[in-house]
């Protein structure tokens, strides 16, 4: 499964490596809505959340649609800009129908990306479609929906003044914190594309992102299998120190191709496990429909018709398949109202590689 970005007669200057003072909010406001995916930062996260003011954290938590699941096309800039406030100028350039449709579609829905999607603000299945999306994640994303889908403008003017209320409470420090070592990891990328090609600067990005052999094609292993061009604008590549483990590509038709990627870190100290727990998690995850699953949970919390719709799939069989991930611990479930909602362990599963390490030489 993986996302093919054509670079056939691209020119050497498209493809580029910079810093986005959006994507790096939007990967902060990803791990404030989000704290288990990243538990580096969860002494950050919990220490920004006890330092808000009730209005912007209850803004926070009803527009993060915007950014928990998957994050909006418009939030990761394919130019960025040296400023947050001239990248969310960009951002009011774009139209209503585009935006609303950005806003709207963020899920790992199987039909993302094919086409060019109709515009929930005109078309009525598209707009039931991204309604049933928004009731499946809480009471606080369906009220967003709604009124984003009844005036545009007045919701957006609220999304640009809540994050840039996030600036001073939070954004302005940070920043300063990891502005260094965005800007030293991007001396490392230019100059491997300087001196050594585009292959040496995409070898030093992730493991997961790779140059085809033919040098036409960008490969980047994510979770279901597309294809976009750069062609016309290039690809822009923005490091992220908030956003480990998230490798986010931008590639719907009519967005300029964007992966905003992690800066290097060490790793944090596991603890071992038993052997027969390292067993029984790895025979749960020897099924490939399995692996599809999590590589979407991994997303975000999904119900089980949810899950059953990305994948067209019946909902019984998604449901065995569920209960031999929850048997390893790989899972954790959650009741909302009338729906349960599957959430990956992550740090169960980010530990598994070192544990069966630890288990074998015990």
């Not at 970005?5 to 959006?22: H, K, Q, T």
Request: aromatic share 4%.
């Amino acid at each position: 499964m993986t996302l093919r970005i054509d670079i056939s007669g691209l020119p050497s200057e498209g493809v580029r490596f910079a810093a986005s003072p959006l994507a790096e909010l939007t990967a902060m406001l990803h791990v404030l809505a989000e704290p288990g995916h990243h538990p580096q930062l969860a002494d950050w996260a919990a220490d920004v959340w006890a330092g808000l003011r009730p209005e912007l954290a209850e803004r926070l938590r009803e527009a993060e649609f915007l950014w928990r699941s998957s994050q909006a096309d418009f939030l990761i800039p394919a130019r960025p800009r040296p400023t947050l406030a001239e990248e969310l100028d960009d951002v009011d350039r774009i139209d209503d129908a585009t935006y609303v449709t950005a806003a709207l579609v963020t899920t790992c829905g199987g039909n993302r990306g094919l086409a060019v999607s109709p515009s929930p603000l005109t078309d009525a299945t598209a707009r039931e479609r991204a309604l049933e999306l928004a009731q499946a994640r809480g009471a606080r994303q369906e009220a967003f929906a709604e009124r984003l889908l009844a005036d545009p403008a007045a919701v957006r003017a609220r999304v640009r003044d809540t994050l840039e209320q996030c600036v001073d409470a939070f954004f302005d420090a940070a920043w300063a914190d990891v502005s260094v070592r965005l800007a030293t990891d991007l001396r490392l990328k230019n100059d491997l594309l300087r001196r050594q090609g585009v292959g040496a600067a995409l070898a030093s990005v992730s493991g997961a992102v790779t140059l085809a052999p033919e040098g036409d094609c960008i490969i980047v292993d994510k979770l279901q299998d597309k294809a976009t061009s750069a062609q016309g604008g290039g690809v822009t590549f923005i490091p992220s120190a908030f956003g480990r483990p998230h490798l986010v590509a931008v590639h719907a038709r009519g967005w300029q191709p964007v992966v905003q990627y992690p800066v290097p870190e060490p790793a944090p100290p596991t603890e071992p496990v038993s052997l027969e727990t390292v067993t029984l998690r790895l025979e749960a995850l020897a099924h490939p429909l399995r692996l599809r699953l999590l590589r979407t949970l991994a997303r975000g919390p999904h119900t089980t018709g949810e899950l059953a719709h990305a994948w067209e799939l019946s909902l019984p069989e998604v449901s065995r398949h569920l209960t031999v991930l929850r048997r390893a611990g790989l899972l954790t479930t959650r009741r909302q109202g009338r729906y349960v909602r599957n959430s990956l362990n992550l740090p169960e599963l980010t530990a598994l590689g070192d544990d069966l390490l630890k288990a074998v030489l015990r």
